[in-house]
């Protein structure tokens, strides 16, 4: 089967971060941070040990890569358990949405407390999912290019992620790092504003949580406007917007052409979008709150379309584990 086209190694896909930040910043490469790309020949950067434990990664078909999802659990990689957790996260949503839907489509297959408890619950549990998530994508964004060398299809060596609690893992980088390699990065900017985003739809998710609000209160609808709907679309706007310029700025040679053969694209467009339809389901519920079924379809496709990108990004991650 003919290899399908994946994001480099180093780059870390996942719906909050600023991948590849390194290689789109002028300050950087003028920083004593700048990551250099050296062909083993030119490899006195690493020590001996370091050279011997050089491996090749290449390009890999799609069944290994989904072999790979199913069989390979590198659980001190933060990329893959931010992955990870966003798959479930949005499985989570998916449930949700659907406690929501059936009993308004198919009224026979309702449950008691099916939407007063069992809905909320799923959302509450995917939106603390999905910032989990986000937290470990932006620690995995600080230890991009600080770990082990490997050796790329070109000649090039590079490093790998630092992993979790290594001698090579940072929880903050340095603060001259920060100022002169973050800080001015456009990617790190849009990573920063779906980090917002993603605050913004826990306030939303805990705010729904069952037992916060009370139902009977004359105000229930008003709190329910403030702390759920309106974080909710502020929270989907700011991580649609993010999203869409991490995929073009990183994702894309030239913002304004698609890279819809890139796998690590797909999945970078797809979790950009999928926030669009949460801020139409709460705009919906605000603007016309009799339109149930609307709202409630608008939040599945949401829903879906993380998951999507999710599972693309899981498989990109395995780039970085080679047969």
């Not at 069944?63 to 659990?73: A, D, K, N, P, Y």
């Not at 991009?144 to 979790?164: D, H, N, Q, S, W």
């Not at 993010?242 to 700025?249: F, P, Q």
Request: hydrophobic fraction near 50%; charge should be neutral; charged fraction near 15%.
């Amino acid at each position: 089967m003919e290899a399908m086209d994946v994001a480099p190694a180093y780059r870390l896909p996942t719906g909050t971060d600023w991948e590849d930040f390194s290689f789109n910043s002028k300050a950087h490469k003028t920083s004593e941070y700048e990551l250099r790309s050296t062909s083993v020949q030119d490899s006195s950067r690493f020590s001996q040990y370091e050279v011997e434990a050089v491996v090749v990664r290449q390009r890999y078909s799609l069944l290994s890569g989904l072999r790979r999802m199913v069989t390979v659990f590198p659980l001190r990689d933060a990329a893959w358990l931010s992955v990870v957790i966003f798959t479930f996260a949005s499985s989570a949503l998916i449930v949700a949405s659907f406690f929501h839907l059936l009993p308004l489509v198919t009224p026979r297959t309702t449950f008691p407390e099916e939407v007063t408890i069992g809905a909320p619950v799923a959302i509450f549990v995917g939106g603390m999912s999905f910032l989990v998530g986000g937290t470990l994508a932006t620690l995995a964004s600080f230890n991009i290019e600080r770990g082990r060398p490997y050796l790329t299809e070109g000649g090039k060596v590079r490093r790998e992620r630092a992993r979790i609690f290594s001698p090579e893992w940072v929880w903050f980088p340095p603060w001259t790092e920060m100022r002169s390699v973050f800080i001015p990065n456009p990617a790190f900017q849009a990573g920063m504003l779906s980090t917002l985003g993603g605050y913004a739809l826990a306030i939303s998710a805990i705010a729904g949580f069952p037992g916060l609000l009370d139902a009977r209160a004359a105000d229930y609808p008003d709190k329910v406007r403030g702390l759920v709907l309106i974080p909710l679309i502020v929270g989907g706007s700011l991580l649609t917007v993010g999203g869409m310029v991490l995929t073009a700025a990183v994702q894309q040679e030239r913002w304004y052409r698609p890279a819809p053969l890139s796998a690590a694209w797909q999945g970078s467009f797809w979790f950009a979008m999928a926030p669009a339809w949460l801020v139409a389901s709460g705009a919906v519920s605000i603007a016309a709150p009799e339109e149930l079924v609307l709202s409630s379809a608008f939040m599945l496709v949401a829903s879906v379309l993380f998951w999507v990108g999710a599972v693309l990004q899981w498989f990109v991650v395995m780039e970085d584990y080679p047969d």
